[in-house]
């Protein structure tokens, strides 16, 4: 089956034809002929599925069905993300696909200036991406005018409610036009997603590429078994005697990824650590030098490497377990996109057994374990409990993680 097929026009066909896809991918299949009908759509898609293009192909289609070069647009199609990172990268996936259209976007995100993104909406788009936040501040001001929105997309909507976002989200969608297609993607389905779905969607389309809260196939998986102490040491091997070209790395805290950071360029492996105690410039800078290859280990927090997307990135290190069982799945994810092999390492200490249960249950697998020569774990080492930060309670918007 070829893009042709789907329903795609000529400019479209012509942007997907530069990008070098040959073949929709699963979700792509499913998901562009259902929007393209205008129905609303359910969607269990992790990232790495090809699930940007799933909804912004169509988006941009039944745009250009519809609206011609207008002298000043509105703002038709609404697109929430949980993090500016996101924003930025379907927004970028949005020109890079509307590259023959003629339509506007603004990218609209909080830890900027306001100012830039007040007159970009004021000279008129046809496309808002935008993380809850920052849009309700623009609201509020009245900076942007939501009325005739034809089309309402949340991405990674799991997400946006684990941040805490749900409040904020009510409140954008209370100022929609009630007539409009509702997309809805998320990687996982839980009581909460459900209860937004079914009061959000109208008769809506359910599509699922990967079964629900199972791990890619293509990632291999392995845990480490290795004491806390050692957790360092081991990742500075683990580079070195594999030779790793582009790893990503998971930490817990904020000041675990800055340390860990600091320890691999003291060993001469140069490492960038992002969270959202960095400003968004340095942000934008650690994931523009990893992607370059300037910058070979990235060393990020959860919500900071949410939406990540980097072609083919090889190697995923879990230096520490996650407290939330499907943050494992959106880590691990990072890897073996779009059909390429990956391999996600975690490095289990003995306080962190109970958590991988946990995981081994959402995924329904266990996950091979070894130990290392030389790092084999001290059995007499007695195990602690994890301090749990509490990442369902609702934060104040803008806040960064
Ligand atoms: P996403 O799941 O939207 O984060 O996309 C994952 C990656 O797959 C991105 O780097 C896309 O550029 C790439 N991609 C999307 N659609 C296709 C396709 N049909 N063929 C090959 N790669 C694709």
């Known amino acids: 089956m070829s893009f042709k097929t789907l329903g795609l026009s000529q400019p479209l066909l012509r942007a997907i034809s530069e990008q070098g896809y040959l073949n929709p991918t699963p979700i792509q299949k499913q998901a562009i002929p259902v929007i393209l009908e205008k129905k609303d759509v359910l969607a269990g898609a992790q990232t790495g599925t090809g699930k940007t293009a799933g909804f912004t192909l169509p988006l941009l289609e ?4 519809k609206h011609h070069n207008q002298k000043k647009p509105h703002v038709k199609a609404l697109i929430l993300t949980p993090t500016r990172e996101l924003a930025a990268q379907v927004a970028l996936s949005v020109e890079t696909y509307g590259k023959y259209l003629p339509y506007k976007t603004a990218v609209i995100f909080g830890g900027v ?25 623009l609201m509020e001001q009245k900076a942007v005018n939501l009325s005739q929105i034809e089309c309402l997309i949340l991405d990674e909507a799991d997400r946006m409610l684990d941040m805490g976002f749900i409040r904020d989200i009510k409140k954008i969608l209370a100022v929609l036009p009630k007539n409009r297609q509702n997309l809805l993607f998320s990687a996982t389905f839980s009581d909460e997603i459900k209860k937004l779905a079914n009061s959000l969607l109208n008769t809506p389309t359910l599509i ?16 480490y078994q290795v ?44 490492s960038a650590a992002i969270h959202g105690n960095k400003s968004q410039g340095a942000r934008t800078k650690a994931l ?43 880590r691990i994810g990072r890897t073996g996109r779009a059909g390429y092999e990956g391999e996600a390492v975690s490095l289990v200490c003995i306080d962190e057994l109970e958590l991988l249960k946990n995981i081994e249950k959402l995924i329904k697998n266990k996950i091979p374990k070894m130990e290392i020569k030389g790092f084999e774990p001290d ?13 369902h309670r609702p934060k104040k918007r803008n806040q960064k993680s």
């Not at 070209?245 to 675990?256: D, E, P």
């Open 62 to 65: 039944l745009l250009s069905q």
């Open 113 to 137: 200036g306001i100012n830039p993104q007040i007159a970009k909406l004021r000279k008129g788009v046809d496309i808002v991406i935008a993380t809850p936040g920052r849009l309700l501040d």
């Open 208 to 223: 699922e590429v990967a079964k629900k809260n199972t791990t890619v196939e293509k990632i291999e998986q392995l845990v």
């Open 227 to 270: 004491d806390k102490k050692r957790k360092i040491e081991l990742v500075i091997h683990l580079i070195k005697t594999n030779k790793l070209k582009q790893v990503l790395i998971f930490t817990r805290t904020k000041h675990g990824a800055n340390k860990l950071s600091e320890k691999l360029n003291k060993s001469n492996l140069i």
């Open 288 to 330: 523009a030098d990893f992607k370059s290859g300037a910058v070979k280990i990235l060393v990020a927090t959860d919500i900071a490497a949410r939406g990540i997307d980097i072609d083919r990135l090889p190697y995923v290190i879990n230096f520490e377990l996650p407290n939330v069982p499907e943050d494992y799945v959106h």
């Open 379 to 391: 059995l007499s080492i007695k195990a602690e409990p994890i301090q749990k930060q509490n990442r």
